[in-house]
Structure formats: structure tokens, C-alpha cells
């Protein structure tokens, strides 16, 4: 007789913080059995950016669809099967937050499994173990998306020491203003780099914003620069701006990462969010980290987008660290990353 191969502790991660509808079934916190994601980009690419009510009544519309895929496309007939049902409770949307959160606490109410609330930024961190489940901490990570650039030291499972965050704009969120003002379309992101690949990063000397003034980030100076620059010279390249621009965030970003990496003694970089899809950053951080003799850790854009196996994943570890959460739990939009220091 051939037994079934043991099943360790399945989780339902959902995840519905602000324009992606996702869920997704992972095993210890390492094993993805399944991982669906309905981007909203279409919707709200003629806008300009996301728009929060129409992004609520979305994932209204999608939750349960996504939610089934991830079920069957895991092989798992019914959710009773599993072991836990968690989702992203902030930072975020509040309307766009409350749609998850409903849908994994109506499921944990209806099976009785337990129910887990994850930090959406904690679980950008935890995408790079599931890629990777053996890393030694410390680990320094840069998380830079549409919404969030932080600078962390991840210390050990829980422990974070958050060095510095933006002050104004988020990276992807300077990407997508300075896109939108060079007629590029949204989201901004890619088009920059796909534009920059054949063009001179050294054009146009932009601002290198708190360069040398410790871990946080300022971005909406050199939004400021390019609108000038262009205004000034409006026969200018476009590609030429788009690599000068692009250049100038990187240099900002790599400079961070490894000063922090060397106070830190960390010897692994990890990168998340959105923007870690960018080619020129990845080429340059592992430039970077070939000439220090570091680790790099790129996990592959799935990982680093909004997905909801970071939220199965970082709610494996949560389970065992602090059991399950209370039913009468809310949305938090405003959470931050819990620092030791
Ligand atoms: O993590 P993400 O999917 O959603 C948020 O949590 O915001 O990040 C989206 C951001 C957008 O601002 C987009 O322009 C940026 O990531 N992005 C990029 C690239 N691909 C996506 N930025 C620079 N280069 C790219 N290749
Ligand atoms: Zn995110």
C-alpha cells in the first residue's frame, strides 16, 4: 500500500492591502502548494494610480474566486483540510484591508480553524525565506514598493531594527510620478527601466537626496529636479531622463543598503517590494555585493509584489511564536513594523 506522503501545517494566506487580490496555500512556511494573484492595475492604469473605493469593491468581487483557485490548484478540496486561515490586517487600505481580513475570519469562524493576522510589512520580509528557509540572520533588507522604502535589519524570526524609512514619496511611487510627468504611462516602473536600457544614466546629474545623512530616503526633491530640468530643456531625451533619474534612485538605494549591511555586520542583502524588479538595481547590487564578498538575495518578482504566500509564510511563524489571533481583531491601515531598537 502506498501511504500519502505527511503533510506538515498548511495556512491559507490572504492578502488584499491595495491593488492585488491574492491568496495562497504554503506549508511550514516554506512550501507555496499554490499562489493566485488578480492584479487591479487595468482598472485603475487610467486613473493614474490606485483608487481606494474602486480598489475595495474589486476585491469584493474577486476574493472568493482567488481564494478557490488557490484551494484548487493546491489540491485542497475543502478548507477544513488545512490548518490555519490567515490575512493581512495593515498597513494599507482600510476598505481594501477589511475585504481579507472578513474573509479570513468568516472562514476560521465557519471551520473553526484558527485565525492569524500578519504585518504586511513583515511579511515582505519573510518572502526571502521562502525562497531561501536556511538563512542566518542578521540580514539587511530593502524593502521599496509603490507604498512603503524601508531600510531594516532583520535580526532574527520577529526581531527587526527598522533603520530608516522615506520621508516623503516611496521609491515605486517616485517612479510612477516622474512617469507619469514624462508621458511614459502607469505603472511607472517598468517603463523607466525599459526606456533607460539604451540610454545615458549619466546624462543629467540629479540630486542624490540624504546620501550621506543616515538610513531614511527623500524622493519627492528629485521628482522636483526632473519636472525643472525638463521644463527647462524641454528638447531634452526622454530616454536620457528616465536613466538619469533611474541612476540617481539606485545610487541612493545600493549606497544605503550596504552602509547599513556594514554597521549591521550582515552579510546577506535582501531585496522586496515592487521595485526590486528593476534590472538596473539588481545589476548593481550584485556588483556591489560581488566587490564586499556578501550574499544577495533576489527573489523572483513574484515573491517581492504583493502576494498572499508572504502572508502564509509569515503566518507560520506568527502561529508558533504567538497562537492564533482573536476573531474580534481589526483592519489596521496604519500598522508599522514593530523595531527592537
Ligand atoms: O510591491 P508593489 O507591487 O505594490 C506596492 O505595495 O506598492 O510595487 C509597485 C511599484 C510601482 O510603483 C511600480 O512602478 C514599481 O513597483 N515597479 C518598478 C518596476 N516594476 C515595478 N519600479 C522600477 N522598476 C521596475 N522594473
Ligand atoms: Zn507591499
Known amino acids: 500500500m502506498v501511504r500519502p506522503e505527511p503533510v506538515g501545517t498548511r495556512i491559507l494566506g490572504i492578502e488584499t492591502s491595495c491593488d492585488e487580490t491574492a491568496a495562497a496555500i504554503v506549508e511550514d512556511g516554506r512550501r507555496v502548494h499554490s499562489s493566485v494573484v488578480s492584479s487591479q492595475v487595468d482598472l485603475h492604469a487610467r486613473f493614474g494610480g490606485v483608487v481606494p473605493e474602486l480598489a475595495s469593491r474589486a476585491h469584493v468581487e474577486l476574493i472568493t474566486a482567488v481564494i478557490a483557485e488557490a484551494l484548487i490548484e493546491a489540491g485542497v478540496l475543502d478548507v477544513g483540510e488545512l490548518d490555519a486561515v490567515a490575512a493581512c490586517h495593515g498597513p494599507g487600505l482600510a476598505g481594501a484591508l477589511l475585504v481579507g481580513v472578513s474573509a479570513a475570519k468568516a472562514l476560521a469562524l465557519a471551520t473553526g480553524l484558527p485565525y492569524v493576522q500578519v504585518n504586511h510589512l513583515e511579511a515582505h520580509l519573510y518572502a526571502a525565506w521562502l525562497e531561501e528557509p536556511d538563512l542566518e540572520p542578521p540580514l539587511a533588507v530593502l524593502v521599496v514598493s509603490g507604498g512603503h522604502t524601508m531600510l531594516v535589519i532583520m535580526e532574527g524570526h520577529g526581531r527587526y531594527r527598522v533603520l530608516g524609512q522615506t520621508v516623503d514619496d516611496a521609491a515605486g511611487e517616485a517612479f510612477d510620478k516622474v512617469a507619469r510627468f514624462l508621458g511614459l504611462g502607469y505603472p511607472g516602473g517598468p517603463a523607466i527601466d525599459q526606456l533607460a536600457v539604451a540610454a545615458d544614466p549619466d546624462a543629467v546629474a540629479f540630486p542624490r537626496a540624504m546620501l550621506d545623512g543616515g538610513y531614511d530616503f527623500s524622493f519627492s526633491g528629485l521628482k522636483t529636479a526632473v519636472v525643472n530640468h525638463v521644463r527647462r530643456n524641454p ?10 533619474f533611474q541612476e540617481a534612485v539606485v545610487d541612493v538605494l545600493v549606497t544605503k543598503l550596504t552602509a547599513a549591511a556594514d554597521e549591521a555586520g550582515a552579510s546577506t542583502l535582501v531585496l522586496g517590494g515592487g521595485v526590486a524588479a528593476n534590472s538596473r538595481l539588481r545589476t548593481r547590487l550584485l556588483d556591489a555585493a560581488e566587490t564586499t564578498g556578501r550574499r544577495v538575495l533576489l527573489p523572483p518578482l513574484a515573491l517581492c509584489t504583493d502576494n498572499g504566500a ?3 509564510a509569515t503566518a507560520w511563524w506568527r ?5 492564533p489571533t482573536p476573531l474580534d481583531a481589526g483592519a489596521d491601515p496604519g500598522l508599522r513594523l514593530p523595531s527592537v531598537a
Open 235 to 244: 528638447a531634452v531625451a526622454v530616454a536620457d531622463i528616465a536613466a538619469s
Open 310 to 312: 508572504m502572508i502564509a
Open 319 to 323: 502561529l508558533r511564536a504567538d497562537g
